[in-house]
């Protein structure tokens, strides 16, 4: 392990979705977490791309996967790209299972790109793609450990906390140390999986109550023997004794880029809900 550093995720619960700033870039790896149609449904999801002064011709396809999509755009614009029509061969579900879903995004031109949950007006998200400063082969996944995911009546397809991984060459080796129990496999054993480019791997949480002690994916590790990316996610988030409930999540960076020292900004709506700051020590 590296010399430790403080890894720190800031989470203002929200319940509309915020703005995010990603990556400036020219090639970006992306894992769609999956989440759940029965509180707000799951679609709209697109990809919002960034120009600055050139125009730019950008690619967004699955390598491992069906999916190919080129577009060009403007200078100084936005492009947004609706990927509902592939919903179900996007989001990286089931989980503990390797799939062909992953996006990878080439641009001629640094651009920047969030993924957008936007849904029905409730329990959206953005997610920041980092870029080349999203891959790496040691990760500690920060979430948050003060509110329970919401378990939803009536239903089946519950909402839950995750995190997906999306490998960028063949013959990927990941080792993961989950600190809870997940589908398939327990709490602090170490196991490993093996994918190819452009596939994804979802490791999920079978618990809700992830503010009681043991029951949070928070500080997960992650290794690999060549570069992944990796998307935090928790749907459905209740703040308690509100009755806000909101999905919450973004691609993370490896253990290598992060920092000693942040800035924290508090949300808009501070006055009327919760917030926090979480911390993980790698």
Not at 51 to 74: H, L, M, S
Not at 108 to 132: F, H, I, M, Q, R
Not at 253 to 264: A, K, S, T
């Amino acid at each position: 392990m590296k010399a430790k550093k403080i890894l720190i995720l800031l989470i203002a619960f929200m319940s509309f979705s915020h703005v995010s700033e990603s990556q400036v870039d020219s090639v970006f790896w992306f894992a769609a977490p999956w989440v759940t149609p029965s509180h707000a449904q799951n679609v709209p999801v697109m990809f919002r791309i960034s120009t600055f002064n050139k125009a730019t011709t950008v690619r967004i396809y699955q390598p491992a996967g069906g999916y190919d999509n080129t577009v060009v755009v403007p200078p100084n614009s936005l492009e947004s790209v609706d990927l509902s029509v592939i919903i179900n061969t996007l989001e990286s579900k089931p989980a503990n299972t390797a799939l062909d879903y992953g996006i990878k995004i080439e641009a001629d031109t640094l651009v920047t790109v969030v993924y957008e949950v936007l849904t029905a007006g409730s329990n959206p998200e953005t997610y920041s793609l980092k870029g080349g400063n999203g891959l790496g082969t040691e990760f500690v996944t920060p979430f948050q450990t003060r509110w329970p995911i919401w378990t939803m009546d009536g239903t089946s397809i519950q909402p839950k906390q995750m995190f997906c991984i999306v490998a960028t060459e063949n013959n990927t080796t990941v080792w993961i140390t989950p600190r809870t129990d997940i589908v398939g496999h327990l709490a602090g054993v170490t196991y490993s999986i093996v994918l190819n480019e452009g596939q994804v791997y979802t490791a999920e949480n079978i618990y809700q109550d992830v503010n009681q002690p043991g029951r949070s994916l928070s500080g997960s590790i992650v290794t690999s023997d060549k570069p992944v990316a990796i998307t935090v996610s928790e749907d459905s988030v209740d703040g308690v004794p509100r009755t806000c409930k909101d999905l919450m999540g973004d691609q993370i960076v490896p253990v290598e880029v992060i920092g000693n020292e942040y800035i924290v900004n508090i949300g808009s709506m501070h006055t009327n809900v919760q917030e926090g700051v979480f911390i993980v020590a790698t």
